[in-house]
């Protein structure tokens, strides 16, 4: 069992940026695949970022913008986002899931376990 919680979430203005944390319980942290994803108002659940086994994925639209990164002594996941437009105005989601060091997952039924979500909003 995987408990995940996540921090950092606010207002911030466009262009701005916001660094999310999620900390996560568990002995077998460095094992996960962890990603990210975010429900904008009204839209669906969508993927944003993952990291497993230092290798990361990226959806498109935050790409060179945002950057996911883990430290496995302290349990826990980032997502430093930079430039932040309204677009990006989401709850964000941290996720967890064990699917082996050669698959990064991007689609939000392969994770087992998820925070609880953080709100980000971002004033134009």
């Known amino acids: 069992q995987v408990q995940l919680v996540e921090s950092g979430g606010g207002l911030v203005q466009a262009g701005g940026s916001l660094r999310l944390s999620c900390a996560a319980s568990g002995r077998t942290f460095s094992r996960y695949a962890m990603g990210w994803f975010r429900q904008p108002p009204g839209k669906e659940r969508e993927f944003v970022a993952v990291i497993n086994w230092g290798n990361t994925y990226y959806v498109d639209s935050v790409k060179g913008r945002f950057t996911i990164s883990r430290d496995n002594a302290k349990n826990s996941v980032y997502l430093q986002m930079n430039s932040l437009t309204p677009e990006d105005t989401a709850v964000y989601y941290c996720?967890?899931?064990?699917?082996?060091?050669?698959?990064?997952?991007?689609?939000?039924?392969?994770?087992?376990?998820w925070g609880q979500g953080t709100q980000v909003t971002v004033s134009s």
């Open positions: 996720a967890a899931t064990n699917v082996g060091s050669a698959y990064s997952p991007t689609l939000a039924y392969e994770y087992a376990y």
